[in-house]
T-cell receptor, first 112, second 112 residues
């Protein structure tokens, strides 16, 4: 039973397009929502994170949108580039970096 | 700065064999954890530790043991390997100062 549901499992986007990955959660105690990026053969690395006191956070081409009432959050990658091709995991936790629960991951492919 | 180091990178075991996956971090992080990554299931927490001498179970602890005798090391033991334990294992550490997990590069384990 997934505590954090992520979709789609795979995504193909053309260079310059917008990549959108969606996540939903059930546990209302979650108060920290990070996104991790993983390249083949590597461990995941933190990309961007948000707390529920804000509805949006932007870092460069990456934006998290957060809807507390719907218990949903999403990652938008603007002007997607081939170098963004990776697996993206949404995640959630209570309090921060401990006992982080991950979604199933989205494999993103950005084609030229 | 090495970060989180996992050994070995690859391992093949026969059913019933035992082995220890090693994890060491040089960042003085109090928190360390083990995840397994399986296709379609994302990253699932096996065990975690909030400091030397303190360990606790995660989401999928059965078949695995851990100990934390020092701040730096957090080995994961498989006492009697089963094919269901075929997976990629990641060790991660963290601290409140950065509120993110630092992952190692993983151990790919196959149990035949």
């Amino acid at each position: 039973q997934q505590q954090v549901k992520q979709s789609p499992q795979s995504l193909i986007v053309q260079k310059g397009g917008i990549s959108i990955i969606n996540c939903a959660y059930e546990n209302t105690a979650f108060d920290y929502f990070p996104w991790y990026q993983q390249f083949p053969g590597k461990g995941p690395a933190l990309l961007i994170a948000i707390r529920p006191d804000v509805s949006e956070k932007k870092e460069g081409r990456f934006t998290i949108s957060f809807n507390k009432s719907a218990k949903q959050f999403s990652l938008h990658i603007m002007d997607s580039q081939p170098g963004d091709s990776a697996t993206y995991f949404c995640a959630a936790s209570v309090g921060g970096y401990q006992k982080v629960t991950f979604g199933i991951g989205t494999k993103l492919q950005v084609i030229p | 700065n090495a970060g989180v180091t996992q050994t070995p990178k690859f391992q093949v075991l026969k059913t019933g064999q035992s082995m220890t996956l090693q994890c060491a971090q040089d960042m003085n992080h109090e928190y360390m954890s083990w995840y397994r990554q399986d296709p379609g299931m994302g990253l699932r927490l096996i065990h975690y530790s909030v400091g030397a001498g303190i360990t606790d179970q995660g989401e999928v602890p059965n078949g695995y043991n851990v100990s934390r005798s020092t701040t730096e090391d957090f080995p994961l033991r498989l006492l009697s390997a089963a094919p269901s334990q075929t997976s990629v294992y990641f060790c991660a550490s963290g601290t409140g100062a950065s509120e993110k997990l630092f992952f190692g590069s993983g151990t790919q384990l196959s149990v035949l």
